[in-house]
């Protein structure tokens, strides 16, 4: 079965600052990787995904993510935090043997100061 | 021009109660699904049709029953109703032509049982 963790329940950067979430994956064969986001009271919707080719992930507002295979890692990073960025964020992952089933992390609740 | 949406958003209801909740794709995908996000935020996967078939049945209280009237449609419909429900219900769709099945999610039902 596939697992995610990610590190970190709660992250709080400075306006401006990087933001890093951390989220690792186990299992033999990478699977098709996923950063969700879901602000207060609200859906989830996608930031970006790994399926294949190029390891780093461009997404939008400014996030991005690399693939690492050797670290089982696909975290995310944005360069300069917005307040607009405070929300929660989940990594997800699907095998590549298609069965449909997206497991999740336990989230990230990220917090902007000004 | 919602994606996926659902009805009702919030959901108040006492212990025992029957209710639904309804579920609608205009994104012609092949899947849908039922997650249930409770209140530590974590994110698990409950139900999903494929062209009206149920493919997903994660281990759930057969309190809940899913009936898909058509690709578009997917509802969930929940019997005596009982406090440890509460949580917010999602609902997702996916096309089966990507081997990652990249889900769409809609804004999610509260559901509050007292």
């Known amino acids: 079965a596939q697992s995610v963790t990610q590190l970190g329940s709660h992250v709080s950067v400075s306006e401006g600052a990087l933001v890093l979430l951390r989220c690792n994956y186990s299992s033999s064969v990478p699977p098709y990787l996923f950063w969700y986001v879901q602000y207060p009271n609200q859906g989830l919707q996608l930031l970006l995904k790994?399926?294949?080719?190029?390891?780093l992930v461009k997404g939008i507002n400014g996030f991005e993510a690399e693939f690492k295979k050797s670290e089982t890692s696909f975290h995310l990073t944005k360069p300069s935090a917005h307040m607009s960025d405070a929300a929660e964020y989940f990594c997800?992952?699907?095998?590549?043997?298609?069965?449909?089933?997206?497991?999740f992390g336990a989230g990230t609740t990220v917090t902007v100061r000004a | 021009d919602t994606a996926v949406s659902q009805t009702p958003k919030y959901l108040v209801t006492q212990m025992g109660n029957d209710k639904s909740i309804k579920c609608e794709q205009n994104l012609g995908h092949d899947t849908m699904y039922w997650y249930k996000q409770d209140s530590k935020k974590f994110l698990k996967i409950m139900f999903s049709y494929n062209n009206k078939e149920l493919i997903i049945n994660e281990t759930v209280p057969n309190r809940f029953s899913p009936k898909s009237p058509d690709k578009a449609h997917l509802n969930l419909h929940i019997n005596s109703l009982e406090l440890g429900d509460s949580a917010v219900y999602f609902c997702?769709?996916?096309?089966?032509?990507?081997?990652?099945?990249?889900?769409?999610f809609g804004p999610g039902t509260r559901l509050t049982v007292l």
């Open positions: 997702a769709s996916s096309q089966d032509s990507t081997n990652y099945n990249e889900q769409f």
């Open positions: 997800a992952v699907t095998p590549r043997s298609n069965d449909y089933k997206l497991s």
């Open positions: 790994y399926t294949t080719g190029a390891t």
